[in-house]
């Protein structure tokens, strides 16, 4: 492939995802910290919905991201809660991050109140999708140490109890677009390569 066929707005896209999947690596800690999901996951798949126009690449890339750095994350620092390569419900976490880019796709003319409406949308859409999944899996209750009951006070209990976690992947969302956008927004305006080809 000679350089002259490799499409400068799709590389600058791709830099910004890698950059997201490795920030979220470095950013490890314990799942239980204050700073549990307060990442820029989120955020990278509303800018890759965004930004990618080829329905392909727009999933294809911050999921391929996502995985990766799962992979790593769970090998590396989170082996004891592993389930094979990744973990127990990934399937509803993949299945809320792929909504995420859905939600990044109708963001057709990128301004603040878009950009902050699809993130809150994003960390609810997350929120439901993901825990959905944990009570279903029989999730822990944190304030019993038992299996979350299949019935409405262990629905109740698990939704009530991931709003930190819900509340961290929020502000992750907010500040985290804030950036990926208003950077790359920035950047079409200042080389012009970047912006999306009329054809």
């Not at 390569?85 to 995420?100: D, E, N, R």
Request: a positive charge; one cysteine or more; charged letters at 10%.
């Amino acid at each position: 492939m000679s350089l002259q066929k490799i499409n400068p707005r799709t590389s600058v896209l791709l830099l910004f995802i890698i950059a997201t999947g490795m920030l979220r690596i470095m950013n490890c800690s314990t799942l239980l910290s204050p700073l549990a999901n307060f990442t820029p996951i989120g955020a990278m798949a509303l800018f890759g919905g965004t930004y990618f126009k080829s329905n392909w690449k727009s999933y294809f890339f911050p999921l391929v991201t996502l995985l990766a750095s799962d992979i790593v994350m769970m090998q590396l620092f989170y082996k004891q809660h592993s389930n094979g390569l990744l973990y127990s419900g990934w399937l509803w976490t993949y299945s809320a991050f792929a909504l995420m880019v859905l939600i990044g796709k109708y963001i057709k003319k990128v301004t603040f109140k878009n950009v902050l409406t699809a993130a809150v949308a994003a960390a609810l859409a997350h929120w439901l999708i993901t825990d959905f999944g944990v009570w279903l899996g029989g999730g822990l209750d944190i304030s019993t140490g038992t299996a979350l009951t299949k019935d409405w006070h262990g629905f109740v209990q698990c939704y009530l109890q991931a709003i930190p976690f819900l509340k961290n992947m929020l502000l992750g969302n907010v500040l985290y677009s804030g950036i990926l956008y208003g950077v790359f927004e920035v950047l079409q305006k200042r080389y012009p390569i970047l912006q999306p080809s009329i054809s």
